[in-house]
């Protein structure tokens, strides 16, 4: 009997026929559920009976959620965090949790630099005027020469790297572990987090969300940034306590701030809607078409894997 694969994520609805023959030719098949959006977790409860592989997007996999996944094997991300899944109680049901590691970083690092570029420029500032049939003028300054602090050189804080180098920016860099060669061969510097905040005229984050990570931009973190310096958010929301950052744009501690990632998602009573100073996306980092081609091959390729006694490219437990 073939096993049945449980597709929860929305953004490969468009792609259904496609799934279900890849997940054919590997002597699987794709689940057929009534799948309701937002999934609620009484509702992941429901779905997740009788399957024996999951591809999910953000929906929070739970210790209850996993109670009720009977035949559940593996569970694959279709992106590279995995904070939302409960790996230890996965890994105690023998559940393999993969994720997909490489498939996304180019299509974060490039919006982080939109962010950039869209603050430094005031670009929505300028384009909001200009819907009010004003002829404004908005100075803003270049990205040329400036210094960029990369909170996680990761997959995805390499390839803002990289990115800096066509803008001639001095990067600073902060992790716990260091790829020297990378850095030696780009002209990074390793510095710790503090002198980083303190030198940097844009702080971009690129970390997992971890206990260590947990709000590891906060008041005090926020007060050793120029008040000139613009902090960039893609990584994870509670990596930056929201509260914080509110009062920091609303005492004018730091210039502006580009969001990707929110403490609550969606979020809700949008308290930065006030600050003509802040680019706001909703979790878009890695939506891009390529970026989507490549998650759903490799979401699928480590359920199929496992599922059929091999080993997953990304597992994480």
Request: proline letters at 3%; aromatic letters at 6%.
């Amino acid at each position: 009997m073939a096993k049945e694969v449980l597709v929860l994520t929305w953004k490969y609805g468009g792609v259904r026929e496609e799934i279900a023959r890849f997940l054919d030719s590997r002597g699987c098949r794709l689940a057929e559920r009534e799948i309701i959006y937002p999934i609620t977790e009484d509702h992941l409860c429901e779905l997740v009976r009788d399957v024996d592989g999951l591809i999910v997007g953000l929906e929070p996999v739970t210790k209850k959620v996993l109670e009720h996944a009977n035949r559940l094997k593996v569970i694959s991300t279709s992106g590279v965090g995995y904070n939302h899944i409960d790996v230890e109680e996965a890994t105690r049901k023998g559940i393999a949790v993969c994720i997909c590691a490489g498939c996304n970083n180019h299509s974060v690092a490039e919006l982080t630099f939109a962010m950039m570029l869209g603050l430094s420029r005031r670009v929505l500032e300028a384009d909001r005027s200009m819907r009010r049939g004003q002829w404004g003028r908005f100075f803003g300054q270049e990205l040329w020469g400036k210094t960029l602090g990369i909170v996680g050189l990761g997959r995805v804080g390499k390839s803002v790297a990289l990115l800096a180098r066509a803008f001639n920016m001095q990067v600073l860099a902060h992790d716990i572990v260091w790829d020297i060669t990378f850095a030696n061969e780009h002209g990074i510097s390793y510095v710790p987090l503090d002198r980083l905040l303190r030198e940097s005229d844009y702080v971009s984050l690129h970390v997992p969300l971890t206990p260590e990570t947990y709000y590891l931009i906060d008041e005090r973190a926020l007060s050793l940034m120029k008040p000139t310096a613009y902090l960039i958010n893609l990584a994870r929301g509670p990596v930056v306590k929201q509260s914080a950052l509110v009062e920091a744009l609303r005492a004018g501690k730091i210039a502006g701030a580009g969001l990707d990632v929110f403490e609550v998602e969606p979020i809700e009573e949008n308290p930065f809607i006030e600050f003509e100073n802040v680019i706001m996306t909703p979790h878009l980092g890695g939506s891009t078409q390529e970026a989507l081609e490549r998650t759903l091959y490799l979401s699928l390729t480590n359920v199929t894997n496992v599922l059929n006694g091999l080993p997953a490219h990304c597992q994480v437990n």
